[in-house]
């Protein structure tokens, strides 16, 4: 049974700064390419950042320079470091993998007040 577990969520103010954490399990972590999205009140999921298992990564153009994306295969767990955050970045953020099927954890809430 997969499982993908989402922490570090919480108030920060603007400005500040918040690491995600993503601990996986029931899969193969070190095949799976890893992503965070976001959801805010009253809009679409999406997309923030990727990391391939080969390490690459990618960025949503209004979180490039702010936030950060890594890995760790040995603690099966992948992590968004989020730094300068703003009111915009308010959100649920979800942690999600791909490796033929994909798998989406429940969810934590980030809120930046102002």
């Known amino acids: 049974q997969v499982h993908l577990v989402e922490s570090g969520g919480g108030l920060v103010q603007a400005g500040g700064s918040l690491r995600l954490s993503c601990a996986a399990s029931?899969?193969?972590?070190?095949?799976?390419?890893m992503g965070w999205y976001r959801q805010a009140p009253g809009k679409p999921r999406e997309f923030v950042a990727a990391?391939?298992?080969?390490?690459?990564?990618n960025y949503v153009d209004a979180v490039k320079g702010r936030f950060t994306i890594s890995r760790d295969n040995t603690k099966n767990t992948v992590y968004l470091q989020m730094n300068s955050l703003k009111p915009e970045d308010t959100a649920v953020y979800y942690c999600?993998?791909?490796?033929?099927?994909?798998?989406w954890g429940q969810g934590t809430q980030v809120t930046v007040s102002s």
């Open positions: 999600r993998s791909v490796f033929i099927r994909e798998y």
């Open positions: 029931g899969i193969i972590f070190s095949r799976n390419t």
């Open positions: 990391i391939t298992n080969g390490g690459n990564t």
